[in-house]
């Protein structure tokens, strides 16, 4: 599927959004205001067309079988002036060439059309939101006094769409803050990141029209939909490695696409999907991924400012969850990690050895554990000083991690390895031994004066679970700790 750059305008008044008139249907007020255009300047008919993202549409007509007038944009000939132009009158359109092929003429052959006069609607901004036009089966010039009134009769439409969009703001603004206060709530609780943004997502597609969001995180392989509102997780999939959208996940500021090309030109992998608007928000990112938030339209409509302001807010209420998760995740590292070392700490080996009895106990694997203590430690500190002990510690304990086993320093100069589906539990055992010893002859080498004593246990061989094997493991590394002593080997 191809998306082709549109040849015509492709803004859509923001203003008209915002008085909530999008659309052809008759109203009484702007019917009024055609009626009255018609009596004080003495014509049979009054058109007042609106510019939408299609074209323009005839929004009131007074007088009999001008349903047709409003025109498409594609439909007008060469030569029909933009709004942008100012006010344009023809005094009879049967002698302008101009429009000898147009839609306009054939019509006023038909109703016997001869006069044209229409000013535009500009707003203070100078943005053009259609016309208000009479017609007359009279070829005539309008004076300067019928003209001002035209003119007086245009900004009673433009007064008459700036207090509908007043009033509009008013309901904007309280459903603004009555979702401000929902996705505060979302906040302060105690949700995951996932649970929050799945809860806010909801929340926006009661208020907006949306027809699909998602979280998304990118890892280093592929963009993952964490949680999802809508069914279209499954079309954000595609902003895979290598792709121009997946640089788009580091950006740091919201981006708000409109029109087809729009979301092609920045997301080419989604054009098959065929969005017409898309929404993307980054948020702020863990250290091992980044994340947005995306928000899907299949129409061509604009993300309005209140829009915009709503799909802000829940990002940055994402974004505060995403922040305390990850703040937690630190706290709950630092609180499991030994800080001179890096290693897992005695709060980590205790979890890690009862996640292990609970896997065992739903058909899981054994395991084998090994306490280390270090032998030596104090003559260091004492002829090296302790800043060489810790580096001794440091040292000693990268000389301990290899893949499949888990270090970690339980305190001061212990240590403790665990292996997981250790395979043949005797062999497992004495690797673990061994990786001791070669760690000892390692620091050996660097001139330190240690030795170690180490003492391994297996579940289920000798211990049922963690609680027996620790026994072991303790009673067998304090006999080789006694030997060691009785060999001449102190600390």
């Known amino acids: ?42 014509v049979p008919y009054a058109v007042l067309t609106l510019r939408d993202a ?75 939101l259609g016309t208000l036009c009479v017609l ?52 302060g609780g105690s949700l995951t990141p996932e649970e929050a943004a799945r809860q806010a997502l909801g929340r926006l597609h009661g208020t907006l029209s949306l027809e699909g969001s998602a979280l998304l995180r990118r890892t280093r392989e592929a963009v993952e939909v964490s949680a999802e509102v809508g069914g279209r997780g499954e079309t954000l999939r595609a902003l895979g490695p290598g792709g121009t959208g997946w640089a788009a996940v580091d950006r740091e500021e919201p981006l708000f696409l409109e029109g087809a090309w729009s979301v092609a030109r920045a997301f080419p992998e989604l054009v098959e999907a065929g969005l017409g608007a898309l929404a993307w928000l980054p948020l702020p990112g863990g250290e091992d991924a980044a994340h947005a938030l995306a928000f899907l339209r299949m129409a061509e409509s ?41 290693l897992g700490n005695r709060h980590a080996f205790d979890r890690a050895l009862e996640d292990a009895d609970g896997l065992r106990a739903r058909g899981g694997a054994g395991y084998v554990l090994a306490l280390v203590d270090l032998d ?33 320093r339980l305190g001061g100069d212990e240590y403790a390895l665990l292996h997981l589906s250790p395979g043949l539990p005797e062999a497992a055992a004495q690797a673990l031994v061994n990786r001791v010893a070669g760690a000892v002859r390692f620091t050996r080498s660097l001139a330190y004066p240690v030795g170690a004593s180490v003492g391994v246990a297996t579940v289920p061989d000798d211990a049922p679970g963690a609680t027996g094997a620790l026994r072991a493991a303790l009673r067998r590394m304090h006999a080789q700790k006694r030997s060691r002593r009785g060999a001449g080997h102190g600390r």
């Not at 969850?321 to 001179?340: F, K, Q």
């Open 1 to 42: 599927m191809s998306v082709s750059r549109p040849t015509h305008e492709s803004a859509r008044p923001a203003a008209l959004a915002r008085a909530g008139v999008l659309d052809a249907s008759p109203e009484e007020a702007f019917d009024r205001i055609t009626c009255l255009a018609a009596r004080v300047l003495n």
């Open 54 to 128: 299609e074209g323009t549409f005839t929004k009131s007509c007074h007088g009999p079988g001008l349903a047709g007038l409003g025109l498409a944009r594609e439909e007008r000939p060469r030569g029909w002036p933009s709004l942008p132009d100012g006010p344009l009158h023809i005094e009879d359109l049967a002698a302008d060439p101009r429009f000898a092929r147009h839609p306009l003429f054939s019509l006023g052959s038909r109703l016997g059309l001869r006069m044209y006069a229409g000013v535009p609607l500009v707003t203070g901004d100078g943005e053009a």
């Open 136 to 187: 007359d089966t009279r070829a005539r010039t309008l004076g300067a006094h019928e003209q001002n009134l035209l003119h007086s009769l245009a900004g009673l439409v433009l007064g008459e769409l700036e207090r509908r969009a007043l009033r509009l703001d008013l309901a904007r603004a309280r459903e603004q803050e009555a979702l401000l206060g929902d996705l505060a709530r979302l906040v």
């Open 302 to 342: 604009p993300w309005t400012p209140g829009e915009r302001w709503a799909l802000e807010a829940a990002a940055r209420g994402v974004g505060v969850a995403l922040e305390r998760a990850e703040h937690n995740r630190r706290l709950e590292r630092a609180a499991l990690t030994d800080p001179l070392t890096g």
């Open 376 to 408: 030596g430690m104090r003559r260091v500190n004492d002829e090296y000083g302790r800043a060489r002990g810790d580096d001794l510690l440091r040292e000693f304990a990268r000389q301990l991690q290899y893949p499949d086993v888990t270090a970690y």
